[in-house]
Every structure is written in structure tokens, then in C-alpha cells.
């Protein structure tokens, strides 16, 4: 068991998130119990995991994805109403990490994500250097693009999306967890042969076409599921806290 405040305290210290400008806040977002004792993590603090943490006996939530968000409406109603009722009544805290659990050099999203898929950071790039740049550990690289494709849904179980499969061989990989579309001319700028995210919009399918870099769209959620975990077993272990990792699974 520890303090609410520690426990904090030591989120912050590993994930500093002074360093970010983010879409919402980042820390505790809800407060809960002073004295914690086990800690769930998830990627998003949906009204399934937040049901499922107290199942689990929670007093603590994790998560990549928490409620609030810049811009967003700010009014307590319907399915708002309906996660922070849970939460208050079981007296959870809930934190949340967004930026600055993508971007940790070693338990962040990016970093596990490309453990998974046993690719190895030498760079970063792109705004706010959220993206990962490097090759793969064995082998050398990918025969092609559609050989990283058959690598990606078999490391995440889920199909992906793959435009401009060219028969090139695939070297420099770019990736960046989530919704990253908008890295991906980064990406280009920074000599991917390929580039990995969550999401694709229309406008990135006809620029891998016309820069000859193939992207690749793994969902948001699959590419994101790596690292509360990481990070939350982490301190957990530092503070003598029970975790457990709770995914909810998406297929966006
Ligand atoms: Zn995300």
C-alpha cells in the first residue's frame, strides 16, 4: 500500500509531463482513495474498464487515453455522466498519461511497440520527436512491404490496412503509435522506407503512392496497448502495488 500523493509523484517523475503540450491533463484526473493499493491498466478509461477495474477490486486506473480533453464539451451528461459516477462511487483514481506514455524512451508506447515487433530505435522525429526511427533487429529488414504487413498482423493479431505495396525491400521503418497520420511526411522527410501508425486518412494513401513510402495502418488501440502496462508494472513493483493490465479490446 502507499500514498495517493507518492504514487503520483512517481508517474510523474518517470513520464514527465511537464515536458509536453498535450490535448488534456496529464496525471490524476479523477481523484479517488488516499491510500492505494492496486493499480489497473488500460488504454482507454471507457465505462467497460472502468466496470472491469472494479470488478478487479481497483482502487486505481491507469490509462494512455483518460476522459478530458481540450475542446471537448464540458458538460457532466450522459455516457460522461455515467464513467464518473462509477468512478466516485467506488472512489477510483483515475490517471492518465497521453503524450508522455507515447514518447517514454523505453516503457512508452512507441518503445514497446517496437519491441513487439523486434524493430530497433535509433532516431527520433517528427513534433514534439513523438516518432521512432529505426531498423529491424534480425535479419536485416523486410523483403517488401507486404512481408512487414504479414509481420505486423501476426505480432498484433489484427488485419492491416497496407498502401503502396511496391517490391522493394524495407529498411529505415518509421513508426508512431495511435492516430499519427500527420507524421507520416516526417516520417518521409526523416528516410523511411515504411511508416507504422494506428490510423490512416485518405490524403496519406495517395501520398504513399506518389513518395513510394508504404504505410501502414494497425489500429489505434492495437498500437497503443503496450505501454500503460509497461509503465504502470513498472511503478507498481517500485511501490509494492499490485497491477494488472485490463485490455478492452477495439478494432478501431
Ligand atoms: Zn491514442
Known amino acids: 500500500m502507499t500514498d495517493r500523493t507518492l504514487l503520483l509523484q512517481t508517474f510523474d517523475a518517470l513520464l514527465q509531463p511537464e515536458r509536453f503540450r498535450d490535448y488534456g491533463p496529464n496525471g490524476l484526473q479523477v481523484e479517488g482513495v488516499?491510500?492505494?493499493?492496486?493499480?489497473v491498466s488500460g488504454v482507454t478509461a471507457s465505462r467497460a474498464l472502468i466496470e472491469a477495474a472494479i470488478a478487479?477490486?481497483?482502487?486505481?486506473?491507469?490509462?494512455?487515453?483518460?476522459?478530458?480533453?481540450?475542446?471537448?464539451?464540458?458538460?457532466?451528461?450522459?455516457?460522461?455522466k455515467q464513467r464518473l459516477k462509477l468512478l466516485l462511487a467506488h472512489d477510483i483514481n483515475l490517471l492518465a498519461y497521453h503524450l508522455p506514455l507515447d514518447a517514454h524512451p523505453e516503457l512508452g508506447n512507441n518503445a514497446q511497440l517496437g519491441l513487439q515487433l523486434g524493430l530497433q530505435a535509433q532516431a527520433r522525429f517528427g513534433e514534439q520527436e513523438l516518432g521512432f526511427i529505426g531498423e529491424r533487429l534480425e535479419s536485416g529488414g523486410f523483403e517488401s512491404a507486404d512481408d512487414l504487413a504479414l509481420h505486423l498482423e501476426n505480432t498484433l493479431n489484427r488485419?492491416?490496412?497496407?498502401?503502396?505495396?511496391?517490391?522493394?525491400?524495407?529498411?529505415?521503418?518509421?513508426?508512431?503509435?495511435?492516430?499519427?497520420?500527420?507524421?507520416?511526411?516526417?516520417?518521409?522527410?526523416?528516410g523511411a522506407d515504411a511508416f507504422i501508425t494506428g490510423e490512416i486518412s485518405e490524403p496519406q494513401a495517395h501520398l504513399a503512392?506518389?513518395?513510394?513510402?508504404?504505410?501502414?495502418?494497425?489500429?489505434?488501440?492495437?498500437?497503443?496497448?503496450?505501454?500503460?502496462?509497461a509503465v504502470a508494472a513498472h511503478v507498481a513493483s517500485q511501490l509494492g502495488l499490485a497491477h494488472e493490465f485490463i485490455d478492452i479490446d477495439n478494432p478501431a
Open 34 to 39: 488516499a491510500r492505494v493499493r492496486k493499480i
Open 56 to 80: 478487479a477490486q481497483a482502487d486505481t486506473i491507469f490509462v494512455h487515453h483518460g476522459l478530458f480533453w481540450k475542446g471537448q464539451d464540458a458538460r457532466v451528461t450522459g455516457w460522461m
Open 159 to 190: 488485419p492491416v490496412t497496407l498502401v503502396n505495396s511496391a517490391q522493394k525491400a524495407i529498411k529505415k521503418i518509421a513508426w508512431c503509435s495511435g492516430g499519427a497520420q500527420s507524421y507520416f511526411e516526417a516520417a518521409i522527410a526523416a
Open 209 to 229: 503512392r506518389e513518395c513510394g513510402v508504404a504505410y501502414l495502418a494497425c489500429g489505434h488501440h492495437a498500437s497503443e496497448r503496450y505501454g500503460a502496462p
